[in-house]
């Protein structure tokens, strides 16, 4: 069991050693066998996270570095009363990537804490308008 445990890392480890070599031969860096914490390091990108749930993050989304469903969440959920999201545990949920889904109110919540801006949410017409102008079909 453990010499199979032990190939699967040697093999990831030969992938990922390839991945950088690829990566520095098409972007100019050195390609050299030392390790991967010399320059080669530096040329990566830092992974984006979610300031919502921690999660890994594709983007801006209305305004905050967000994952997928974080902008989901708050898109249908920001512009509806806040009356209707209650917590059971006295509003200090903790949220992450695991336990995002248990309290609607404490996510809202901490959605408006990281500065997520409903005033960015466009409306279906504008969404439509939006698709249609950038395909250059004008509005329908």
Known sequence: MQANVEK???SEQIRLNGNARQFNATFGGEMSA?????????CSRQPK???VCGDLAKGYNFNVITCEPC???FRRNALKPQDLFKCAYNNNCIIDHVTRRVCKSCRLQKCFEVRMRKDW???EDQLRHRKNSRYGRGSL
């Open 71 to 73: 902008r989901a969440f």
């Open 49 to 51: 996270t979610c300031r």
């Open 8 to 10: 699967l890392l040697f």
């Open 121 to 123: 949410i466009q409306t």
């Open 34 to 42: 030392e390790s991967d914490s010399g320059p080669q390091a530096s």
